[in-house]
């Protein structure tokens, strides 16, 4: 008996429900583009004003946006080096902001006061299609990275410091994207679901530490998705010699 | 086609993968360009300015301290030269005056010598004549003193 109501509330979360938008024979994940649209324009609205009014003395908002240039900066150059990190730093930067915004976003919006017809709305990184983008394209990058700066000498780093290395080195262009992807992903779901449940069976005060656990969490997955993004780009256009 | 399932499922599922994806990395790249344009690069310049403008006065400070070392240094020799000179001319004003004072002295003890000389060649001219007149006056007393007696007789 309990377990049936168990189990019913933990179809009441829709775990794996999501809203259809039909766009010719393609379908989309709607709920990922709502929220994600509702954030990052927050984002850039945050980041509008902030950058309206430059300053030399920065007050306000300025002086936090200098502040998360200046981290996403350190992040960028200690990772990928001082010789190219600037053309990388806004990529890792957008990232960062991404999933950091996403997540946040996620925990601290009450979103399933709003009712959609199928699915709720929540973190776009909660969604495996984001977290699989996300990870393809620091794929690409590290590769586009590396070709860009050495040619082909790029693949000497397969091959570096002996030739057994090559079928690792082979392997892990594919577990770094699947272990970027699977990571964010089972991070922020879980702490959907851990929430959600907690939330069902005990609605008041419980949750909250989850919740601030969740927060941190979710911060804590963005800096290394960014600074594990960075990593790769900065292993890619490393000289060894 | 895009879209295509993991695990079977042919509805739903935490695993479907379809446009989303491709849809979703667009976004992000777009998004890249949009937060370099808007965000990384103006505040980027205002505070690489900012911090060339630092390192440019802090460079601009240590070479004018460095000045201020140099001339207080050059300052300082011609202070040390300047006290030298000064105890060169103050010890030879002093040999000077000490030679004066010892000149002077020399000239009024050779004067005081001569004077006194002079003087005690005097006493002993007047004592001499004093003497002279005495046993005059002495050999007078005695005539007289012999004659009487021999008047008497």
């Known amino acids: 008996m309990f377990l049936n109501s168990l189990l019913t509330n933990f179809a009441a979360l829709e775990v794996g429900q999501h809203l259809y938008w039909q766009i010719g024979n393609i379908r989309l994940h709607g709920q990922v583009f709502l929220t994600s649209w509702i954030l990052l324009g927050a984002l850039l609205v945050f980041i509008s004003l902030g950058t309206k009014k430059m300053e030399n003395d920065p007050k306000g908002l300025q002086n936090l946006l200098e502040f998360l240039w200046d981290y996403i900066r350190d992040l960028a150059r200690t990772q990928i080096g001082e010789k190219v990190y600037r053309d990388w730093m806004p990529f890792i930067g957008t990232l960062f902001l991404f999933v950091f915004v996403s997540n946040w976003g996620g925990a601290l919006i009450p979103w399933r006061l709003i009712k959609l017809p199928s699915g709720e709305l929540g973190a776009p990184t909660a969604d495996i299609n984001t977290t699989i983008a996300l990870a393809l394209l620091v794929s690409l990058s590290y590769f586009y990275a590396g070709l860009s700066n050495k040619g082909w000498r790029y693949f000497e780093y397969y091959v570096h410091p002996t030739p057994i290395m090559l079928p690792f080195k082979i392997l892990e262009d594919f577990t770094k994207p699947l272990s970027l992807s699977f990571r964010l992903f089972g991070n922020i779901l879980a702490d959907e679901l851990v929430v959600g449940v907690l939330v069902f069976l005990v609605p008041l005060i419980l949750p909250i530490p989850v919740m601030f656990l969740g927060l941190f969490t979710s911060a804590i997955q963005a800096l290394i998705f960014a600074t594990l993004a960075a990593y790769y780009i900065g292993e890619a256009v490393e000289e060894h010699h | ?153």
């Open chain 2, 1 to 153: 086609m895009l879209a295509f399932n993991f695990f079977g499922a042919t509805e739903g599922g935490l695993f479907d993968i379809n446009a989303t994806l491709p849809l979703m990395a667009i976004q992000v790249v777009a998004l890249t360009y949009i937060l370099n344009s808007l965000f990384f690069k103006p505040v980027g310049n205002v505070v690489e300015k900012r911090e060339k403008f630092v390192s440019n006065n802090i460079f601009e400070a240590k070479n004018k301290l460095s000045e201020v070392k140099k001339l207080e240094a050059d300052l300082l020799t011609q202070l040390q030269s300047a006290r030298t000179e000064a105890q060169r001319i103050v010890s030879e004003a002093e040999d000077e005056s000490d030679k004066l004072y010892k000149e002077a002295l020399e000239l009024a003890n050779n004067e005081a010598n001569a004077s006194k000389e002079k003087a005690r060649l005097e006493i002993e001219s007047q004592t001499s004549a004093a003497r002279d007149q005495l046993s005059k006056q002495a050999d007078d007393l005695s005539e007289l003193i012999v004659n009487r007696l021999i008047l008497e007789k």
